[in-house]
Nanobody, 119 residues
């Protein structure tokens, strides 16, 4: 019913920047929360940043001041601007959204996009 498709991952040097995008599609009435999670090899998936429909944001301490989450409510897009990246930011990044559909709320996940920070 709901699909999330991420784009923008790739290889970036330490100190560089990268912008991730995620588009939600399907039978969507509204989206309350959109967010980005990441999972590094051998580690659990963790929240990177989230944003409510009204614009309130929440960030993991490890990315505060470096990453910025934003969204376009009318287009159901969410973005993650990653600046001053570090090798420890290397992970698969997943888009997430709590979506109101005709069947109620659904928590949707994207397929993930790999971000590698290396020189």
């Amino acid at each position: 019913q709901v699909q999330l498709v991420e784009s923008g991952g790739g290889l970036v040097q330490p100190g560089g920047s990268l912008r991730l995008s995620c588009a939600a599609s399907g039978r969507i009435f509204s989206i309350s929360v959109m967010g980005w999670y990441r999972q590094a090899p051998g580690k659990e998936r963790e929240l990177v940043a989230s944003i409510l429909s009204g614009g309130s944001t929440n960030y993991a301490d490890s990315v505060k001041g470096r990453f910025t989450i934003s969204r376009e409510n009318d287009k159901n897009w969410v973005y993650l601007q990653m600046n001053s990246v570090k090798p420890e930011d290397t992970a698969v990044y997943y888009c997430n959204a709590d979506v109101l559909t005709g069947s109620g709320y659904v928590r949707a996940w994207g397929q993930g996009t790999l971000v590698t920070v290396s020189s």
